[in-house]
């Protein structure tokens, strides 16, 4: 059984920095490139960034490059997501999953309880 185990949200002030990570279980990690979503309240959940299976490549939404940083650990069967900037437009609920890099979409419905980041101006 798949779980996802996303932490290390919080409130934050507009301009400061947050790093939440993702414990994935029930799955071989190192064979899924990793991605973060986020939805906002009143909002379609959106694709935030992802990292390859091997950590080497990168891709991020437009709203985040520049400002955040995705990592894994493979040896850990986490990922992270260093958050710099911080927005009150950052503000919602952020997920991982298991992502298609290419497609910019989760490929199984496999889905954490999320952590909530709170960015106040």
């Known amino acids: 059984q798949v779980q996802l185990v996303e932490s290390g949200g919080g409130l934050v002030q507009a301009g400061g920095s947050l790093r939440l990570s993702c414990a994935a279980s029930?799955?071989?990690?190192?064979?899924?490139?990793m991605g973060w979503f986020r939805q906002a309240p009143g909002r379609e959940r959106e694709y935030v960034a992802a990292?390859?299976?091997?950590?080497?490549?990168?891709d991020y939404a437009d709203l985040v490059k520049g400002r955040f940083t995705i990592s894994r650990d493979n040896a850990k069967n986490q990922a992270y997501l260093q958050m710099n900037s911080l927005k009150p437009e950052d503000t919602a609920v952020y997920y991982c999953t298991p992502v298609s890099i290419l497609a910019r979409k989760n490929v199984f419905d496999y889905w954490g309880q999320g952590t909530q980041v709170t960015v106040s101006s």
């Open positions: 990292v390859s299976r091997s950590g080497g490549s990168t």
């Open positions: 029930g799955l071989t990690f190192s064979s899924y490139a």
